[in-house]
T-cell receptor, first 115, second 109 residues
Framework: ETGVTQTPRHLVMGMTNKKSLKCEQH?????MYWYKQSAKKPLELMFV???????ENNSVPSRFSPECPNSSHLFLHLHTLQPEDSALYLC??????????????FGPGTRLTVL | GQNIDQPTEMTATEGAIVQINCTYQ??????LFWYQQHAGEAPTFLSY??LDGLEEKGRFSSFLSRSKGYSYLLLKELQMKDSASYLC??????????WGAGTKLIIKP
């Protein structure tokens, strides 16, 4: 239990569906992250929010839309995804987005399958 | 471009010692992290190095050489529960983590 929860844990969706992933952190952190993890590939940073403001969008396609209503909650809205978007989506949080140890705490992830 | 290299897979014997290497080329350096990820679970933080040298934490140690762009994670007295993937990551000049693809460590009895 890392203090970061994600729902759902598994999601199967068609290419025309709209779904949302939810992340909640109970650590009092100010920075939250979305990552994509595909088999045998490095973690890909998708979005970063620091104090509720988006500070990073790593050229992510517009079919992925993040939302951060407050420092504890982060959503990833999914729309018209492609089969190649099937992956494990990890949420993480850290005290803030600076140097120092400031390690990231990860949720268990949502295993997404796009048919 | 930015790059983190680590072996894809390693095998070791229970009770033995294993060293997992990581080399990096990044724009800036604000520390190097090692994470452990068991299959189907979240990555969990193991260690952080920002100065050259060895950091020891129980059975796990992590070494850094900034001039060589090199780090290793040393695991002693291996246990079956150490079977996992070990991820190396470097915080760059923008304070973003650049990740390696991970090293899958298989422990045999």
């Amino acid at each position: 239990e890392t203090g970061v929860t994600q729902t759902p844990r598994h999601l199967v969706m068609g290419m025309t569906n709209k779904k949302s992933l939810k992340c909640e952190q109970h650590l009092g952190h100010n920075a939250m992250y979305w990552y994509k993890q595909s088999a045998k590939k490095p973690l890909e940073l998708m979005f970063v929010y620091n104090f509720k403001e988006q500070t990073e969008n790593n050229s992510v396609p517009s079919r992925f839309s993040p939302e951060c209503p407050n420092s504890s909650h982060l959503f990833l809205h999914l729309h018209t995804l492609q089969p190649e978007d099937s992956a494990l989506y990890l949420c993480a949080s850290s005290q803030d987005e600076t140097g120092g140890p400031n390690e990231q705490f990860f949720g268990p992830g949502t295993r997404l399958t796009v048919l | 471009g930015q790059n983190i290299d680590q072996p894809t897979e390693m095998t070791a014997t229970e009770g033995a010692i294993v060293q997992i290497n990581c080399t990096y080329q990044t724009s800036g350096f604000n520390g190097l992290f090692w994470y452990q990820q068991h299959a189907g679970e979240a990555p969990t933080f193991l260690s952080y190095n920002v100065l050259d040298g060895l950091e020891e934490k129980g059975r796990f140690s992590s070494f850094l050489s900034r001039s060589k762009g090199y780090s290793y994670l040393l695991l002693k007295e291996l246990q079956m529960k150490d079977s996992a993937s070990y991820l190396c990551a470097v915080k760059d000049s923008n304070y973003q983590l650049i990740w390696g693809a991970g090293t899958k460590l298989i422990i045999k009895p």
